[in-house]
């Protein structure tokens, strides 16, 4: 029975050491794949830092400024709407006033060269 305990030992022995073999190459196969996409992700990193850098010196406008631009760009049509609302009220009252004036002024001048033409002959 004492042989059998320890053939039973030495089995159970032989499955640990055997099981933490297979642990430890699992968690190396782990890291190794870590340190690969590390530096993967790296190497991307620093080529979109180069392109970024790159397109700023030939006055490629970055992410950051094109959307401060489209921001200023609500900002002033916003504005622009606002003040548009105003003056169409008054712009439609306007051009009136202006044709009527406009139409007296030339109406008196054609009067007043008829008989300045007439005292000529």
Partial sequence: M???????DDQLADAVRMSS???WQAGLAAFAKAQEEEGKFFSMQLF????????????????????????RIDQLSTQL???GEQPTAA????????????????????????PAAKKAK
Wanted: no cysteine.
């Fill in 2 to 8: 004492a042989k059998k305990l320890k053939k039973n």
């Fill in 81 to 83: 709407a606002a003040l």
């Fill in 91 to 114: 712009k439609k009252a306007t051009p009136k006033a202006d044709k009527s004036a406009a139409k007296k002024p030339a109406a008196k001048k054609t009067a007043a060269k008829k």
């Fill in 21 to 23: 073999q297979e642990i």
């Fill in 48 to 71: 979109e830092e180069r392109v970024l850098r790159a397109l700023s010196s030939i006055g490629v406008p970055s992410r950051q400024e094109v959307d401060a631009l489209h921001l």
